[in-house]
């Protein structure tokens, strides 16, 4: 693989139900993020991890939780999927480097019924 | 609070010349995005800048002006496959990434 991937591509999830996003990257990269984007928003941060081990809230953290293990994966988890958590969801990585551009992944579309 | 602007949708003629623009009042700057990102698909990066003046970069050039709070993403002879949204974000004094909502262009025969 080169690059970031995330799974599953789409998930329809039934409110109330425990879900994990997958992220995984190749690049090494040291900063790993999750952003949720829904129509007419902006790129909102989820959570996100500056190294292996640390974690940190960002902007829309309530009913999410994240987990750094290694440096290659990053998983977002809902405990307890509610309707407002449909949305187009994007991890994204970068080098912590002096421009510090981060990288997306494809994204995964879930809706929550 | 922390804010960027952009035009929600901007139409032009294949082969002409197009300014997106982007103005933004955040707590602090270390910075200035722009990605593009068609649709369905994942933002990709476009351009940086952190100084005031001009970055080119083949048909797309961006500019910046820090005491004016603006940007603006030029793209030249517009192509079909320039059809997308194009994303503005600013980093703030505590290095988080804050985006505008998009600009969604959409390019003409």
């Known amino acids: 693989i080169a690059g970031i991937t995330q799974a599953p591509t789409s998930q329809i999830l039934a409110a109330g139900r425990r879900m994990t996003l997958r992220c995984t990257q190749d690049?090494?990269?040291?900063?790993m993020y999750w952003y949720r984007q829904d129509l007419g928003l902006g790129l909102r941060l989820i959570h996100y991890?500056?190294?292996?081990?640390?974690?940190g809230k960002g902007e829309v953290p309530d009913g999410y939780s994240v987990s750094r293990a290694n440096t290659d994966d990053f998983p977002l988890t809902l405990a307890s999927a509610v309707p407002s958590q449909t949305s187009v969801y994007f991890c994204a990585s970068s080098e912590a480097d002096s421009t510090d551009t981060q990288y997306f992944g494809p994204g995964t579309r879930l809706t929550v019924l | 609070g922390q804010n960027i602007d952009q035009p929600t949708e901007m139409t032009a003629t294949e082969g002409a010349i197009v300014q997106i623009n982007c103005t933004y009042q955040t707590s602090g700057f270390n910075g200035l995005f722009w990605y593009q990102q068609h649709a369905g698909e994942a933002p990709t990066f476009l351009s940086y800048?952190?100084l005031d003046g001009l970055e080119e970069k083949g048909r797309f050039s961006s500019f910046l002006s820090r005491s004016k709070g603006y940007s603006y993403l030029l793209l030249k002879e517009l192509q079909m496959k320039d059809s997308a949204s194009y994303l503005c974000a600013v980093r703030d004094r505590d290095y988080q990434l804050i985006w505008g909502a998009g600009t969604k262009l959409i390019i003409k025969p």
């Open positions: 690049m090494r990269h040291n900063a």
């Open positions: 991890s500056n190294t292996a081990g640390t974690t």
């Open positions: 800048n952190v």
